[in-house]
């Protein structure tokens, strides 16, 4: 059974950094793209950044750019989220994903398999 688990989420001031980790069980994700999605109330739920296969590639929503950062550890099975510089605007529940493809993927219709996501909220 698959099984992917999100941990780190909580709350902290703007400006603040938290970092978010997704554990993969289950499967051998190695193979596939990954990506974290955020969804806050009232909003559909958004693309924030995917990796490749092997950690080489990557891309982020321009909300994100430049304050994020995606990586995964394919040996362990698990992905990151470095979140820095936050804002109240980046409060919402994150869910980490994994792709039916090998590289990058922006569009929750190419992700499989969904964590049950982490609540981040950012105050001001």
């Known amino acids: 059974q698959v099984q992917l688990v999100e941990s780190g989420g909580g709350l902290v001031q703007a400006g603040g950094s938290l970092r978010l980790s997704c554990a993969a069980s289950?499967?051998?994700?190695?193979?596939?793209?990954m990506g974290w999605f955020r969804q806050a109330p009232g909003k559909e739920r958004e693309f924030v950044a995917t990796?490749?296969?092997?950690?080489?590639?990557?891309y982020y929503a321009d909300s994100v750019k430049g304050r994020f950062t995606i990586s995964r550890d394919n040996a362990k099975n698990t992905m990151f989220l470095q979140m820095g510089s936050l804002k109240p605007e980046d409060t919402a529940v994150y869910y980490c994903?994994?792709?039916?493809?090998?590289?990058?993927?922006?569009?929750?219709?190419?992700?499989?398999?969904w964590g049950q996501g982490t609540q981040v909220t950012v105050s001001s």
């Open positions: 994903a994994v792709a039916r493809t090998s590289g990058n993927a922006y569009s929750t219709r190419l992700y499989d398999y």
């Open positions: 990796i490749n296969w092997s950690g080489g590639s990557t």
């Open positions: 289950g499967r051998i994700f190695s193979n596939y793209a």
